[in-house]
């Protein structure tokens, strides 16, 4: 088993903290995995993305070859598109559609939208209402970790262990948030697919 996956957004939305809960479960699970430097953290608001590769056995880069992603995980849509020529033709596509509009001439949304529409397998969630649901907007990366959590190899179990983990050093009351809003985005992409 292999599986690769970008992940993707701005600085500030909580990249590293997906990445951790994935590397973590990962772990937990005993499979490998490769995390290439995270690219953009010098400036709040600048573009963000990590290549994580997870895999049963030898892992020899840490970067994914474009055209061989299976999953990108973006928690800003117009960062969804900048990485779509690493995804495979069976790729998944799994995006915020809350924008972070940090230039002045950013799309509109509604474009950014029909345009990951226009992928074979995607998914986009409204992770600001459903980080406001869960009892605040700062959770919207665990919110599309949620949602994303259906496509990854990683055992739901393993997944909360990993997320408890990381959010206990700020207290139980933190923990529960970010474990609300990971319940929330899995259950709108078990919804939106159609999986009971």
């Not at 699970?29 to 590769?53: C, D, I, P, T």
């Not at 970790?145 to 009351?173: I, M, N, T, V």
Request: proline share 5%; net charge neutral.
């Amino acid at each position: 088993m292999k599986f690769d996956l970008i992940l993707a957004g701005v600085g500030g939305q909580g990249i590293l903290s997906i990445a951790f809960v994935i590397d973590r479960a990962a772990l937990l699970q005993g499979l490998n995995f490769k995390q290439a430097e995270v690219h953009g953290m010098a400036q709040r608001g600048g573009a963000v993305q990590s290549h994580l590769r997870l895999s049963d056995g030898p892992i020899y880069s840490d970067l994914i070859p474009k055209g061989k992603c299976d999953l990108i995980l973006a928690v800003e849509p117009l960062e969804a598109l900048r990485y779509l020529d690493y995804l495979q033709p069976e790729g998944t596509v799994v995006s915020s559609s809350s924008p972070y509009v940090n230039i002045p001439d950013y799309p509109p949304i509604a474009d950014l939208l029909d345009s990951i529409r226009e992928i074979k397998n995607h998914l986009i969630i409204n992770a600001d209402q459903i980080a406001r649901k869960a009892g605040s907007g700062r959770v919207q990366n665990i919110v599309m970790l949620g949602a994303a959590s259906l496509f990854l190899p990683l055992e739901l179990d393993h997944l909360l262990s990993a997320l408890k983990e990381f959010f206990q050093p700020r207290g139980q009351k933190i923990v529960d948030l970010n474990l609300k809003a990971f319940e929330l985005g899995r259950q709108e992409a078990r919804l939106q697919l159609k999986i009971n």
